[in-house]
T-cell receptor, first 117, second 112 residues
Framework: GAVVSQHPSRVICKSGTSVKIECRSLDFQATTMFWYRQFPKQSLMLMATSNEGSKATYEQGVEKDKFLINHASLTLSTLTVTSAHPEDSSFYIC?????????????FGEGSRLTVL | GENVEQHPSTLSVQEGDSAVIKCTYSDSASNYFPWYKQELGKRPQLIID?????GEKKDQRIAVTLNKTAKHFSLHITETQPEDSAVYFCAAMGTSYDKVIFGPGTSLSVIP
C-alpha cells in the first residue's frame, strides 16, 4: 500500500523558536496532502490542505502565518510552526491520498509529537 | 461545512461480545465514509469504508451500515478480541473528493 513518512517523530524546542515537520509520500505522488493536529485523547482536527505548487488552504481558526505550509514537490509537504509556544505542543500528523487507487482512502504519516518548553 | 458526531465516546465490552459505534454527519452531499483505528501513539489505519451508493459492507468481523436519508452510519465489530482495543474514528468526505472530516472518536476496551 501507499506509504507516507513523517519526520521528525519527536521534537522538543524552546518557546519562540520555529520547527519544521516534513511529510513525504514514498511510493506515490500526492498533489494534495492534509495536515491534522491531535491533542491527547482527542480527534484529528484538520488544519490545512496542502496543494502542490500553490498556496495551502487553511481551515477556519488556523493561523496561516503561524503554521506555514509548503508543498514544493509531488512527494513532499512541510509544516513549519513559527515562533512556537507551549500551547502549540501537540501531535501533528499528515496524510495523503494515492490518486492511482482512487478510493478516497487517506494514508497517514507516523506523526510528529511537538513539545514546546 | 461538514460536522461529524460520534457515540459513544468510550465503550467497554467483554471479549467475544459485539461492539457498535454510531456516527452522524451534517452534509448531505458527503459520499464517502471511512472508519479508522488508532492505537496509542500510532498512526490511524483504515479498517473499512463505505460509499453512499451502498447501504452495508462487511469484512470478516467488521461491518459498516449507512443510512443516507437519516445521515447515520455505524460500525459493527463482532466477536471482539483484546487486540480490537483502540480508538476508532468515523469520518466523512464530501463530493469534492477533498478533505476528510473526522468524528471525535470512540475509545474501545475489550476486556479479556
Amino acid at each position: 500500500g501507499a506509504v507516507v513518512s513523517q519526520h521528525p517523530s519527536r521534537v522538543i524546542c524552546k518557546s519562540g523558536t520555529s520547527v519544521k515537520i516534513e511529510c513525504r509520500s514514498l511510493d506515490f505522488q500526492a498533489t494534495t496532502m492534509f495536515w491534522y493536529r491531535q491533542f491527547p485523547k482527542q480527534s484529528l482536527m484538520l488544519m490545512a490542505t496542502s496543494n502542490e505548487g500553490s498556496k495551502a488552504t487553511y481551515e477556519q481558526g488556523v493561523e496561516k502565518d503561524k503554521f506555514l505550509i509548503n508543498h514544493a514537490s509531488l512527494t513532499l509537504s512541510t509544516l513549519t510552526v513559527t515562533s512556537a509556544h507551549p500551547e502549540d505542543s501537540s501531535f501533528y500528523i499528515c496524510s495523503a491520498r494515492d490518486i492511482r487507487i482512487d478510493t478516497g482512502e487517506l494514508f497517514f504519516g507516523e506523526g510528529s509529537r511537538l513539545t514546546v518548553l | 461545512g461538514e460536522n461529524v458526531e460520534q457515540h459513544p465516546s468510550t465503550l467497554s465490552v467483554q471479549e467475544g461480545d459485539s461492539a457498535v459505534i454510531k456516527c452522524t454527519y451534517s452534509d448531505s452531499a458527503s459520499n464517502y465514509f471511512p472508519w479508522y483505528k488508532q492505537e496509542l501513539g500510532k498512526r490511524p489505519q483504515l479498517i473499512i469504508d463505505i460509499r453512499s451508493n451502498v447501504g452495508e459492507k462487511k469484512d470478516q468481523r467488521i461491518a459498516v451500515t449507512l443510512n443516507k436519508t437519516a445521515k447515520h452510519f455505524s460500525l459493527h465489530i463482532t466477536e471482539t478480541q483484546p487486540e480490537d482495543s483502540a480508538v476508532y474514528f468515523c469520518a466523512a468526505m464530501g463530493t469534492s473528493y477533498d478533505k476528510v472530516i473526522f468524528g471525535p472518536g470512540t475509545s474501545l476496551s475489550v476486556i479479556p
